[in-house]
Structures are given as structure tokens and as C-alpha cells.
């Protein structure tokens, strides 16, 4: 069955029995084989034959190998976990922050939570869109965002967060926008829908520094957080609406019984700390 698993994630990648063959250092006759050894073990059609070599896969291929996909990447993570826990003493805990909670919760959270020396910990700082990419590739442990955002296989526990507000010289014509994907952003979008705005003109941002260096500038106004607001640069408050929740988000079966203990760990000191 392995065989033909291996067999038929090739010419699914592929799309053609000649190149998964030579891949897999086997003949094309051998992978045909495979293929409908697995297609009559499952009772349905996999792939659609051109008459030359070419396939289209079926949607239940198309399902078969996302399924298989998962399967094997959570394979992985766990035979690399095993091995680096038989080398090293210290388990990989990739962790990534959102650019908010990167300055407002990542170093007094870190502080706690490196005296923890069986942890081997990396330290990212992306927006929410990529913090849950990297949670769902297995590129990270955990992440810490700032807008509730689901996905299979993910789990989310809302946590305490940031107070926005609307920051800048507030008869400024120009918005200052961060990128799409960003956990600012879902709240500066809601904020001009609620206001009925729609800027005549705008510049996308792709990271809280260079905004906090426009605003000192006295250049625009952006939705923000209050506690990242530069020292005299005025600001207005926007309603409790906007007052925001973060999130920890992490795989929802988490093979791994160290990685699970970190979850709790995190989890605690960020509901019973204030870390801001």
C-alpha cells in the first residue's frame, strides 16, 4: 500500500505516469500497476487517461491527496520532533507574532519563558494571514495574532489584547493602510465600512515601524494601536468596538506531548499577566 501511495502522489504532482515513474526510479508500466491496484482497492477512479500518459485527476484524487498531504506532513513533524529529542535535550518551538503583539506581549512573555531551557525557541514577527500559514504548514508551534482567523486542523484561544484607536492628524486627507492579510487592517477596514469612508487617498504599510515613523513625520492617519502610538503624536479614541482581542492559535491535534505543555504555559502567563 505504501508503494502505492508514493505511486499515486507522483502522478497526482505530476499529472503524467512517464515523469512520476522516473521519479520514483521505476518503470511506467510499474506505476500503472499501482495505480489501478490502489483505484480497485478503493472502488473509485482516480485519474482520467488521456491515451497518452497525461492524466486529470478525479475529485476524489483531488481529496485522496490533500489527505495524504496532512497525513504526511503531520508524519514528519513528528518523526523530526522524535529525532531532535533524542539528539538534542531541548525541543524546536517556533513561535510567531503578529507585528503588534511582537512589541506589546513578545519580550516580557519571552522572559518567562525562556528560564524553560527544555525549549529550543525562534522568535518570527509576520502579519496574522502568515502567523496562521505558518501554524498550518507546521512552520511554527504557535502564533499569537490579533483577529480571529480558522482553519482545519487549527485551534484558537482568545486571549486579552490592545485597545485602537485612530492615530495622526485627524483632518489628514491621507490613510494609512497596513497590508492586506493584517490583523490592523481587518479592524482598519471595519472602522471606514462603520464610518462610511472611503479614502481618496491611501499608502499600504507593511510594517508597524515604518508607520510609527510616518506618523512622527506628521504624515497621515491610520487606525492603531494606542499602546504603539509615538509620544506626541495625537490620537482619538474610537469606542470600546475596537478594543480587540489576541489570539494563540496552534495545531488542534498536537502529536506532540512537550509542544502541548508549552500551549498551556503560554496560554496561562498571557490570561493571568499582564504582559503590556
Do not use: C
Amino acid at each position: 500500500m505504501e508503494k502505492d501511495v508514493q505511486a499515486f502522489m507522483a502522478v497526482y504532482e505530476t499529472r503524467n505516469f512517464s515523469v512520476a515513474a522516473r521519479q520514483l526510479f521505476i518503470s511506467q508500466p510499474s506505476v500503472s500497476v499501482q495505480i489501478n491496484r490502489l483505484e480497485h482497492s478503493l472502488d473509485m477512479t482516480l485519474f482520467v487517461r488521456n491515451g497518452r500518459r497525461q492524466v486529470q485527476p478525479t475529485p476524489a484524487a483531488d481529496q485522496l491527496y490533500l489527505a495524504y498531504k496532512r497525513l504526511n506532513d503531520e508524519w514528519q513533524q513528528t518523526f523530526m520532533a522524535i529525532k531532535q529529542l533524542s539528539e538534542h535535550p531541548q525541543m524546536p518551538a517556533p513561535l510567531g507574532f503578529s507585528q503588534t503583539t511582537a512589541v506589546t506581549v513578545m519580550p516580557a512573555l519571552m522572559a518567562i519563558l525562556l528560564p524553560h531551557t527544555n525549549y529550543q525557541f525562534d522568535v518570527q514577527t509576520m502579519n496574522s494571514e502568515a502567523v496562521l500559514n505558518g501554524v498550518v504548514s507546521h512552520k511554527l508551534a504557535f502564533g499569537l495574532i490579533e483577529k480571529p482567523m480558522l482553519a482545519d486542523t487549527v485551534s484558537q484561544s482568545e486571549l486579552p489584547g490592545d485597545q485602537l484607536v485612530l492615530a495622526g492628524q485627524p483632518n489628514a486627507d491621507l490613510w494609512l493602510l497596513r497590508e492586506p492579510g493584517s490583523g490592523v487592517r481587518h479592524y482598519t477596514d471595519a472602522y471606514l465600512r462603520q464610518q462610511g469612508i472611503t479614502p481618496a487617498h491611501s499608502l499600504v504599510v507593511d510594517t508597524n515601524q515604518s508607520i510609527m515613523g510616518l506618523l512622527q513625520a506628521g504624515i497621515g492617519k491610520t487606525i492603531f494601536s494606542e499602546a504603539l502610538v509615538p509620544s506626541g503624536v495625537p490620537y482619538t479614541e474610537i469606542g470600546a468596538a475596537f478594543h480587540r482581542n489576541f489570539y494563540l492559535i496552534g495545531l488542534e491535534q498536537q502529536p506532540n506531548a512537550t509542544l502541548r505543555e508549552l500551549r498551556v504555559l503560554i496560554e496561562n502567563t498571557l490570561k493571568s499577566a499582564n504582559l503590556k
